[in-house]
């Protein structure tokens, strides 16, 4: 028992020493690229279908024998002469896949909009848009924006196809429930349609120490609810208020985009699993995406389109010190929770 109680002391003291050095380097980052911003970014485009198609091939051929793989390569030669003969090959409709994975701020947005715009600028009206979609939401302007981007497509007569292989709650969801279709893995977390806020106040630790605070406004609810001063229940009501009715706008943007939901049976901040997300009608099929495109590639061209913003020198270290201290901290933190088990 004292080793395990050694042992947890120093994780702890580790976990505190991590923190702290990621937030020196936060720091450093943000000095090092305040004022500036990044670059431009630039779209790529690359044909899925003929990776898949390669992929299957090489799979066939590693179970072949010696003779059989002969004959295969001799076939396959001259299906590829006859399709290059061919001088109108077959026009299938696409399917344009492209990938959010949605922060607190859906920062991500920005390169959405730019996939989106250039998807709807070459559409025809038989392609098909799959959006690869994992988040847990986050602000509510951020999400309302990057659930218009997909908005764009609709309004442009294009049917979307929202995959969720993880995770779609709250502002997730908001995004996901604009597609015409949403499919989700089995254990996927699906829904969370509420809205919350919260805030630490430091006014008697401050009022302890005899530290005043002064904060002027024109207009009564300039300001709500704040972390330093002192906060009255007017201001509490009015918060409360504006939650919601932040509330109201979630539940009637849902039932806009999926009237079939019984949407004050589902609108409780409750979250659900894909199969039962299934049976109260928040998603319409529970499939993987790789099923999906699996799928779809029989019939579909597949493209995937990705736009990335050049980082920084300093942008990129930020994120890699951020992403080794996430790692760390999330293996520290899971054994943890699992030893004691």
Known sequence: MEFLYEYGLFVAKAITIVVAIGLVIGLIVNAASKGKVSGKGELYVDNISEDIEDTITDLKRSLLNKDELKAFDKNLKKE???ESKNKEPEKRPKLFVISFDGGVYADEVESLREEISAIISIAQPEDK????????????HGYGLASSQIARLRNANIEVIASVDKVAAS??????CVANKIISAPFAIIGSIGVVAQLPNFNKLLKKHDVEIEQHTAGNFKRTLTMLGEN??????????ELADTHILFKDFVSEYRPQLDIEKVATGEHWYGKQALDLKLVDELSTSD?????????????????????????????AAAAGISSMVSKMTTWSFTANK
């Open 171 to 176: 502002g997730g969801y908001m995004m996901a």
């Open 291 to 319: 099923d999906f495109v699996l799928n779809a590639v029989k019939d579909h061209t597949l493209y995937k389109v990705e736009y990335k913003i050049k980082q920084k020198l300093a942008e990129k270290l930020g994120v």
């Open 129 to 140: 848009v799959l959006i690869k979609l994992e988040s847990p939401g986050g602000v509510v």
């Open 80 to 82: 590829l002469k006859k």
């Open 232 to 241: 009255t229940d007017e201001a509490r009501e009015k918060f409360k208020q």
